[in-house]
C-alpha cells in the first residue's frame, strides 16, 4: 500500500518489487563512500536498499507531498525537494563525483540524459529506468530503424549498457509500456578538440530527415553553407548509416571552416 497516490503529471509509477528493487541495484556497482543521487524515489522503496550501501546518499524528490515521509524514512539522507532538471549540481557537489540512479519519469527522458551529459564530469554513472523503446533506440546498431540522435549522442559522451527488461507488472500503477535499466558510464575519454556544442547540432540535423541522404538533411539546417565536400562519401548516405566515428570528423570539417 502506498502512502500517497501517484500523479500523472510527475510520471509516478512506483516499484512495488522487491526482487526487480534488487536485480537493479545488483547491477550499481558502489561503495560505501560513494557518493549517490537518487531522482525520484518515489515511496522509498530503492532507497531503502540505497541507504544501506552508501553513506553519502541524496535524493532530489518534486513531490512535496514525500517530503516529510522520506526525511522520517532515511534521516541519514540529504533531501531536496525540487526539479532535477532545475537544479544545479554544483550547489551540492561541488567538484565531487557522484553515482545517479532512478526510476525516471518518461516524459522527461531525453532532458534528463542532455543534463546529465551537461555534467558529465561530476558523474561516475548513472544506473536509469527508462522506456524499453528508448532503451533500444540508445543501444541499437547502425543501420537499423531504432537508431538515431540520442543514440549517437550518448554514445559519443559515455558507454552505454542495457542491462534488462521490465515487465508493466511490477509497478503500481502499471504503465501501458514495458521498462528498462540501462547504464551509462561517463569515464570515457573524449576527443578534446571537438566542439561538443557544434557535435550535439549537426547529429540532430543530420537526423532531421531519416528517409534523405546527409546531403539533402543538412541542407535546410544551419549546415546549408557549410562545405562537406571532402566527406563526400558520407553525404551520399542517410544519417543512420554513420557512426559516432564518423559524425565526429563531419564536426572537424565543420570546425575548420567556422571554428
Not at 558502489?30 to 557518493?35: A, E
Amino acid at each position: 500500500m502506498t502512502l500517497h497516490k501517484p500523479l500523472k503529471k510527475y510520471g509516478q509509477n512506483y516499484l512495488v518489487d522487491n526482487n526487480i528493487i534488487d536485480k537493479i541495484v545488483k547491477e550499481f556497482d558502489i561503495k560505501k563512500n560513494d557518493k549517490v543521487l537518487e531522482i525520484g524515489p518515489g515511496e522509498g522503496a530503492l532507497t531503502s536498499k540505497l541507504i544501506k550501501l552508501t553513506n553519502n546518499l541524496t535524493i532530489v524528490e518534486i513531490d512535496a507531498r514525500k517530503i516529510e515521509m522520506l526525511k522520517a524514512k532515511f534521516s541519514a539522507a540529504e533531501i531536496i525537494n525540487e526539479d532535477f532538471l532545475k537544479i544545479n549540481l554544483n550547489d551540492f557537489f561541488e567538484n565531487e563525483v557522484i553515482n545517479v540512479i532512478g526510476n525516471i519519469p518518461y516524459n522527461i527522458t531525453s532532458p534528463i540524459f542532455y543534463k546529465l551529459i551537461e555534467n558529465r564530469k561530476n558523474i561516475s554513472q548513472a544506473l536509469l529506468m527508462v522506456q524499453y523503446e528508448v532503451a533500444k533506440k540508445i543501444t541499437a546498431e547502425k543501420g537499423t530503424k531504432d537508431y538515431g540522435i540520442l543514440n549517437v549522442i550518448l554514445n559519443y559522451f559515455c558507454d552505454v549498457k542495457f542491462c534488462f527488461k521490465i515487465s508493466p507488472n511490477v509497478f503500481y500503477p502499471k504503465p501501458k509500456v514495458f521498462s528498462a535499466i540501462i547504464n551509462l558510464k561517463f569515464d570515457k575519454s573524449l576527443n578534446t578538440n571537438i566542439d561538443e556544442e557544434l557535435f550535439i547540432n549537426l547529429v540532430k540535423s543530420s537526423f532531421g530527415n531519416r528517409r534523405k541522404n546527409l546531403k539533402n538533411s543538412l541542407s535546410n539546417t544551419i549546415f546549408g553553407n557549410y562545405d562537406f565536400a571532402e566527406a563526400d562519401e558520407y553525404l551520399k548516405l542517410r544519417a543512420e548509416q554513420l557512426d559516432v566515428g564518423d559524425f565526429i570528423k563531419l564536426t572537424q570539417i565543420a570546425q575548420k571552416q567556422y571554428g
